[in-house]
């Protein structure tokens, strides 16, 4: 099996920028990193995740969709999509992986979104396993491994370097043409740092959080439940939640004047805000639990319903350590979900 030690990360992404941007995780201030291109010098941070996901690289948070000008009392349609340039993102932890399966479901289905279809043809996904999650980690209670984060290529961290495996033809033909870089290891090391992994992951305190009450079908159980106003008193509706989710998709389009064209654009939106889904007619959702309530049930019940059971969440902690006020979908599914409904 391909290995690469901590000394020649350097090495292995000097010669991939070559052919691509490759874009990598890099602190800002203890605790928090985001990602940033590649340069000689640059230090990838060894934390886990970085503040904002990779979401952004695929479904950025503002892009220009269209423009408009009038000529002659002729209206001339411009079109700024142009193809996308191949570039990277290293480091993508097990979460924000299997967080692009859900965007895809969303994105890629018919009518296809082909503003980000262009992206994610165009963009290869190294992931990197989970060596200490933290205790705000709960990936595993949605069938994520964060041993095992796929990609379309893997680095499995044992501490002094990384076993790195292809897992479709895109990273296969990335891998190949690093020659000189790799040693060969006996695969029997990763599976060791795997199952250390594992270990970690099963003594996480979210580890055992339940999913039972949740899932396609349950909307009537639990659209009416009493505990829906107690949960939601204290959200602000900030949003935050929504913009550091991995797996939120919602957006609004808007129209700008610039004084020579008119730009249609979107951009990320929120369903914690009071003026979301707001028409001619009003809003259908007044209240804030009703806003509330709706966030929830869409990642642990609607999402679920129309896509063969699988969950909007994908248990990064994000929401955990970004709620000002302490309310996440841990909580939620604790105090709806749990016999002796502890918070």
């Given amino acids: ?57 695929f479904f950025p948070q503002t892009e220009n969709l269209a423009g408009f000008r009038i000529e002659n009392k002729k209206i001339q349609v411009l079109d700024p999509r142009r193809e996308t340039e191949d570039f990277a993102v290293f480091g993508v932890r097990a ?11 969303v994105f890629l289905s018919e009518p296809v979104d082909t503003y980000y279809k262009n992206r994610r043809e165009h963009g290869l996904i190294l992931t990197m396993s989970c060596r ?38 895109k990273g296969a033909a990335f891998l190949a043409g690093l020659d000189g870089i790799f040693e060969d290891r006996d695969p029997a090391g990763a599976e060791a740092a795997k199952e250390k992994t ?23 159980d639990l659209f009416d439940r009493p505990e829906w106003a107690e949960l939601s008193e204290a959200c602000i509706g900030c949003g935050t939640c929504t913009f550091v989710c991995p797996t939120c ?5 808007r129209d700008f004047d610039t004084g020579r064209e008119i730009r249609r654009f979107r951009c990320w939106d929120s369903c914690m805000y009071s003026d979301f889904t ?17 966030r929830f049930m869409h ?21 955990l350590r970004s709620c000002p006020i ?9 105090r709806l979900g749990e016999d002796d409904h502890e918070q």
């Fill in 1 to 57: 099996m391909l290995y690469l030690t901590v000394g020649k990360l350097g090495d292995l992404l000097e010669a991939a920028s070559k052919s691509r941007k490759i874009y990598v995780p890099v602190d800002e201030e203890p605790g928090k990193s985001s990602y940033k291109l590649w340069t000689p010098g640059t230090t990838v941070s060894r934390g886990l995740n970085t503040t904002r996901s990779a979401k952004d690289f």
């Fill in 95 to 105: 979460c924000d992986a299997a967080s692009f399966g859900i965007l895809d479901k």
């Fill in 132 to 169: 200490r999650p933290a205790e705000t980690c709960f990936c595993s209670v949605f069938g994520i491994d964060a041993a095992n984060p796929g990609g379309d290529v893997s680095f499995t961290d044992d501490g002094a370097g990384w076993y790195i495996e292809a897992h479709t033809e």
């Fill in 198 to 220: 594992r270990e970690i992951v099963g003594r996480l305190p979210l580890s055992g959080l339940k999913t039972d009450a949740f899932g396609g079908g349950k909307t009537k």
């Fill in 249 to 253: 998709q919602c957006y609004d389009i």
């Fill in 278 to 294: 707001k028409m001619a007619g009003g809003n259908p959702r007044l209240t804030q639990k009703e806003r509330f309530r709706q």
């Fill in 299 to 319: 990642k642990l019940v609607y999402f679920p319903e129309n896509n063969e059971g699988e969950f909007g969440c994908v248990g990064c902690g994000r929401c």
């Fill in 326 to 334: 302490h309310m996440n979908i841990v909580k939620v599914m604790k």
